[in-house]
């Protein structure tokens, strides 16, 4: 039996109006309006989940929660998720009612607020990448970089080269989409911290489609982009760069290198770490193959008085239109995430970006240089950019290392197997806090 | 409305990032060439130019949103604070299990408590919105399907009242795609899912309530229908505000189910994101779930990863912040509140569906579930009057026009969700617009084609934007 006593803060119907509804609907009760459904399949014992609680005790009840995780003062572990600093003005714009709760902008004439949004971002984006054209986002990097790879494929050309200095997150979840299509994904060796070239150039044939490399790629290292995409395009194959956007602002781009898609992780662009999400897929593609971008993309107009506005354009590559034969399945994306990255990016214009950059690089140097006098060697040799790879004797003085840190609000590099340690530093980080971290590890590595 | 670029000037400075206190390293790999072009502007000016895009953007709080197939519910403000609690914000996804058990046990609530809804055995949260969870499902069934060496199933069946997403889903899962008529009454048309299925059927794809609003009285026939042929059975959870807490996919015969949080759990949209997609599925294909389960061993909570996962479908977790949002709310309305909302959804639809079906004509006039669907078929014959002129025209009564010409299967679709968050206020009034709107179109043909009349910009040229596409702004060089 349904209704009777009140229902709580989100449903606004009184018993007395639940009535006189059901009356304008000729029923009697709430049961009524669910007739149709045979009485077999409904349940007849009440859900095993609590009871509903007011508002103060919920919020109590996920503080609690909050409260059991360690946030820690000092970070140094990226690896696909950076801590910077987020300017206070992007929640502000970000909480704002219409662009937390609007939905995908259907209706131009009441959206065009965020579908100009979405065309700043895609703005953005291009000048990023120096790439023509960029969709409004996907889910994160590792399926952008998925959905990348499903625009290269034909039927001649259906297998992905991935370098194996690309971060194994991505190749996941690259493998797990071309399951679905039954494609093939294989990895290219890395050598001394970057692609193997070599292998590389013997590995592209008349069956790849594309050749998937990261920029910087996970062990921190710079590639010779500009060199790889010569040998994959005389291989008559196509370059995803996979690039962390902060970079973008000091590093050749990927259309300088001549890639023909760049894709990357957003979060870093004014987006918390979360615990994984949501963060924000970025693609950027070459004139030639804007119309095998995947999801939304905003395009200029005008409307019946000349006025610019903007409209979701392109909308034959959907599946709402295209159905099975969409370029991708993807409806809603991480709109609210793409407005993150084009808040934060107009607050920190170029200057600010590029600044970001540099101190990123230099703390990074500076992290290095202080663990590599404690004790722990780098592990390359090869320009780099905000991350690098140290060896430590074994597992044990990884977890050493890391414990004594983490005794110290530290959250260390991230263990990569084989005594091997991923560092990250960020411009969050400072120099009294690098040399207190080297100064535990010289102490650890002494014991 | 000016761009963010076109209020630029460059030069200007701000002050946002820590001091620096190292000395610079000379970059030693290759430099971008080209310039980098970002706005440059001062914060007031970014504040009043997002102000001003937020107040040409329609959200929940700004008037009723009867977009059907989207449950937009209004979002509850306690969920926008615990999600903004540092303790959540500031984990990194790759800390040690140990630090970070206060997020695992926000995901095992919250798997708990949806598995309880769904009846499911066993459930991931990485999908990140409703499609994506489509996909991850598909994955599940094509890799049960391999593992008992059965790779000739490769077909999907899906109902013609779909949503767009299912086939796209399918075709990307590897799947051909095999149409499933509906019959006259907006149901599975038996006979012809008896036709199609076979040794080459993979499973079937069904939203039950469909997209026409109605529960599907034949589900159990349906599904094992589809059991009985060898294959499984996929619920798309686009719908299942009318019908939680009241009948459990599960019990209808159903295998694989995705959430939409973003809809069902009252997470906010953000004008197209972030959602997330969980996907539920019964024990037997627990073992091939993607990404890690949260799971309570010895006192503490753990990241387990199934045996023989089908991968990835995104980096670490999911959308985490929006569990957070999913959670908060499930614990405040409770075991009592979930059929509750249910009810009242399918109440406030069909309440709304009776304010207007004397002059609205419906395609299916019948008790509905959570949303019904207005055919304007004559109406466009006779008057020239579209779905997409009444549509328009509700934006002058300030309402967010209902979801156009979808389902396919219906001319002239208008599809109505009101949700359970509305009062009867709002339905009367919507009605009394819905009317009006209905009224003056008739009487002035010419006057509904150039709605809305009240806003900046009207009926924007489409062909025009997709012929010559204009899409990042030309800095003029």
């Not at chain 2, 598909?138 to 008992?148: V, Y």
């Not at chain 2, 209902?402 to 208008?414: K, W």
């Amino acid at each position: 039996m349904l209704g009777g006593e009140a229902m709580g803060t989100y449903i606004p119907n009184t018993g007395k109006e639940q009535q006189e509804m059901l009356e304008a609907c000729g029923m009697r009760s709430l049961d009524d309006l669910y007739s149709g459904i045979p009485d077999d399949l409904k349940r007849r014992e009440p859900l095993d989940i609590p009871e509903g609680k007011p508002e103060a005790d919920v919020v109590r009840e996920m503080q609690r929660m909050a409260r059991k995780n360690r946030v820690y003062e000092t970070v140094f572990r990226g690896a696909g998720a950076y801590r910077h600093y987020i300017p206070a003005i992007v929640g502000e714009v970000t909480g704002k009612e219409e662009f937390r709760t609007a939905y995908t902008p259907y209706q131009a004439e009441i959206s065009q607020g965020v579908l100009q949004s979405i065309f700043e971002y895609q703005t953005d984006i291009c000048e990023l990448t120096g790439m023509a054209a960029s969709n409004a986002g996907v889910y994160d990097g590792a399926t952008a970089a998925a959905e990348a790879c499903e625009m290269c494929r034909d039927r001649k050309r259906s297998r992905v080269l991935v370098s194996g200095t690309v971060d194994p997150k991505i190749l996941s979840v690259v493998r797990t989409y071309a399951f679905g299509r039954d494609a093939d994904v294989v990895c290219v060796p890395e050598k001394d911290g970057t692609t193997d070239m070599e292998a590389l150039s013997g590995m592209l044939d008349a069956e790849t489609a594309c050749v998937l490399l990261q920029q910087p790629n996970y062990f921190g290292c710079a590639e010779d982009a500009e060199q790889i995409a010569e040998m994959v395009h005389a291989g008559g194959a196509k370059l995803i760069m996979s690039c962390n956007p902060i970079a973008l602002a000091v590093m050749k781009t990927p259309g300088e290198c001549g890639a023909d898609i760049a894709v990357g992780e957003g979060q870093p662009l004014g987006l918390p770490l979360n615990f994984g999400g949501p963060y924000l897929g970025f693609m950027a593609a070459d004139e030639k193959m804007v119309r095998k971008l995947p999801g939304r993309i905003v395009g200029e107009t005008t409307d019946l008085n000349g006025e610019r506005c903007f409209v979701l354009t392109m909308q034959a590559r959907e599946q709402h239109i295209r159905r099975e034969k969409a370029s991708s399945n993807i409806c809603s994306n991480e709109a609210l995430c793409a407005l993150t990255a084009t808040v934060y990016l107009a607050a920190m214009g170029t200057e600010g970006l590029r600044k970001t950059a540099q101190m990123c690089h230099d703390k990074a140097a500076y992290l290095r240089g202080a663990l590599e006098k404690a004790g722990l060697k780098p592990v390359y040799d090869r320009p780099f950019f905000h991350e690098f790879v140290v060896q430590a004797e074994d597992e044990e003085q990884v977890h050493a290392v890391l414990n004594a840190l983490d005794a110290e609000n530290i959250l260390g590099g991230l263990p990569l197997g084989g005594g091997r340690m991923l560092w990250c530093a960020t411009e969050m980080n400072t120099r009294e806090e690098m040399d207190r971290t080297a100064d535990i590890v010289r102490e650890v590595l002494k014991r | 409305m000016k761009l963010i670029f076109e209020r630029s000037a460059s030069g200007r400075h701000t002050d946002y990032l820590p001091s620096d206190d190292v000395p610079s390293a000379e970059m030693q790999f290759p430099l971008r060439e080209r310039a980098l072009r970002l706005p440059e502007v001062p914060e007031v000016e970014v504040d009043r130019h997002y102000t001003e895009l937020a107040h040409e953007t329609r959200g929940v709080n700004g008037g009723f949103y009867p977009l059907g197939s989207c449950t937009m519910k209004y979002n509850p403000a306690a969920a926008e604070r615990t999600a903004a609690l540092e303790g959540f914000t500031g984990v990194h996804p790759l800390q040690e299990d140990e630090s970070v058990q206060g997020c695992l046990e926000v995901m095992l609530r919250t798997e708990q408590m949806l598995r309880e809804i769904t009846g499911m055995d066993a459930m991931t949260l990485q999908p990140a919105a409703g499609a994506h969870g489509e996909f991850t499902g598909l994955l599940l069934i094509k890799a049960w399907h391999r593992s008992r060496g059965d790779a000739a199933r490769n077909k999907i069946l899906v109902p013609d009242s779909a949503h767009g997403t299912n086939p796209a889903s399918a075709a990307m899962a590897g799947f051909e795609v095999v149409n499933i008529p509906s019959d006259a009454d907006g149901y599975v048309d038996l006979k012809a899912l008896r036709e199609h299925v076979g040794a080459d059927t993979a499973g079937l794809m069904l939203t039950n309530p469909n997209t026409v609003g109605l529960f599907d009285p034949h589900i159990s026939e349906i599904t094992s229908i589809v059991h009985e042929a060898g294959g499984l059975n996929y619920y798309d959870g686009a719908n299942l505000n009318a019908i939680m807490g009241i009948v459990r996919p599960g019990d209808m015969g159903f295998d694989v189910v995705h959430l939409n949080l973003h809809k069902t759990f009252a997470t906010p949209h953000g004008g197209g994101g972030p959602g997330s997609g969980p996907v539920g599925c019964k024990a037997f294909l627990r073992d091939f779930l993607p990404g890690f389960r949260a799971e309570e061993q010895d006192g503490s909570v753990h990241r387990v990863h199934a045996a023989a996962r089908v991968g990835d479908v995104r980096s670490f977790g999911g959308n985490f912040s929006v569990v957070v949002k999913a959670l908060t709310y499930l614990l405040s309305i409770g075991r009592e509140g979930v059929p509750q909302t249910a009810a009242n959804a399918v109440l406030n639809a069909n309440y709304l569906m009776h304010r207007l079906k004397d002059v609205y004509p419906m395609a299916f006039d019948v008790t509905c579930m959570h949303e019904f669907v207005i055919t304007l078929e004559r109406m466009k014959e006779e008057t020239g009057v579209s779905a997409l002129d009444i549509a328009k025209g509700l934006i002058d009564y300030g309402m967010h026009p209902p979801t156009m010409y979808f389902p396919l299967i219906v001319h002239e679709a208008l599809m109505v969700e009101p949700t359970e968050t509305e009062t009867k206020q709002t339905l009367d009034a919507a009605a009394d617009a819905f009317r009006t709107v209905l009224e003056e179109a008739r009487a002035n043909p010419e006057e509904a084609h150039h709605r809305p009349l009240t806003t900046r910009i009207r009926r924007p040229d489409e062909v025009k934007a997709a012929r010559k596409p204009v899409i990042r702004y030309d800095f003029g060089d």
